[in-house]
């Protein structure tokens, strides 16, 4: 029978398709700007939103929303006033946020199983509303991610070069923390606060291993994301298994998957570039410039029959060896 006959499993794969979808999305811009772990601790600050949300017979979605956007600017103010370092912000995020929670949780009567639900995620039981706002949410966030690329890629590249052309620094800056504290709203019912931030980083760090550009890079991360979402839903279903903790499995192995193919691009890109202008403190005396003298040994001459690709260079042949072009010059080879 079809998985697809039963409303639940349909809630479920919407919930996980725009959840992948916007997690990489703001995750891009987190790794950018070396922040892989905010979603981690926005996602244990979250954990009081929801608790709060027990305690006073709210929707723990809408509270957790209000205070990880909360805690979400506040780290950013903290860490751009340059008060303190960006870790130990996020150290304060990590304790404070689960303490909380656990104390809130506590105080409304609530058991362990409840808080659990929102720990590690429990898609299969998503409501038809829940849906709606992981929909509406993520829409909001995927827009301005792909929407304003290039002033948030400016400003976390290079936040000078950003001031100086004229962008607001700490107003996008605010603006990416305030989608890392929706976003990770958006995914708790899908894999739980504790693991939301793999799933904004792992596909990113994928991506990175076969893209260059930064736009593909944003594109297959989603794409990434977006496939071990419903990868992850759609094998738990068969195996009865934990849905956010087999999303993030997924994610991690399509990340060992491209790691090899990204070490051999990069090996290729090295053997098809070659020829590396050295610094001009390498020049010795004696070497023109854009020559390196390689005092080292082969054990064979280079020749027509050595086996190495052979480029003319003027009035010699050079030979590309080790990814270097080597022209044989009376005891040493010149590199260039």
């Known amino acids: ?22 997690a990489p999305a ?32 709210t929707s723990p979605t809408l509270t957790a929303v209000a205070v990880a956007v909360v805690g979400a600017v506040v780290i ?17 995020l990590f ?26 995620g429990s898609i299969t039981t998503i409501s038809g509303a829940d849906v709606w706002v992981t929909v509406g949410l993520a829409v909001v966030v995927v827009t301005l991610a792909v929407g304003l690329a290039p002033q948030l890629f400016a400003v976390a590249h290079d936040q000078e070069f950003a001031r100086v052309a ?56 989603m794409a990434i994301g977006m496939v071990a979402s419903l990868g992850g839903v759609a094998v738990s279903a068969y195996v ?7 999303i993030v499995l997924l994610a991690l192995a399509g990340f060992v998957a491209a790691y090899p193919l990204g070490a051999w691009m990069r090996r290729r890109q090295r053997l ?15 070497v023109g410039p854009g020559h390196t ?21 003027g009035d010699h042949v050079d030979y590309v060896h080790h990814g270097h072009r080597h022209a044989p010059h009376g005891s040493h080879y010149d590199e260039h």
Request: proline content about 6%.
């Open 1 to 22: 029978m079809s998985l697809l006959t039963y409303d639940f499993v349909v809630r479920a794969l919407v919930g996980a398709l725009f959840t992948g979808l916007a």
């Open 95 to 120: 304790y404070g946020g689960i303490a909380g929670g656990v104390l809130l949780t506590g105080l409304a009567g609530q058991s362990a199983a409840t808080l659990n639900t929102y720990l590690f």
């Open 166 to 221: 004229g962008l607001d620094v700490r107003v996008y800056n605010l603006l990416v923390s305030v989608m890392a504290a929706v976003t990770v709203t958006v995914a708790m019912r899908t894999v739980g606060l504790l693991l939301v931030s793999a799933l904004m980083v792992v596909p990113v760090a994928t991506a990175q291993q076969v893209t260059r550009a930064f736009r593909t890079t944003l594109t297959a991360a």
């Open 76 to 92: 950013e103010l903290v860490r751009a006033g340059g008060r303190t370092s960006g870790d130990v912000a996020l150290a304060l």
């Open 26 to 57: 703001v995750g891009t811009y987190l790794v950018q700007r070396r922040l892989a772990l905010m979603g981690d601790g926005v996602g244990h600050i979250a954990v009081t939103g929801v608790a709060l949300g027990l305690l006073t017979g």
């Open 293 to 313: 003298a390689v005092p080292e040994e082969h054990v064979h001459e280079h020749s027509p029959e050595c086996g190495h690709p052979a480029v003319p260079h």
């Open 240 to 246: 009865d298994a934990a849905p956010g903790a087999t």
């Open 272 to 286: 098809a570039r070659p020829f590396t202008e050295p610094q001009p403190e390498s020049v010795p005396p004696g």
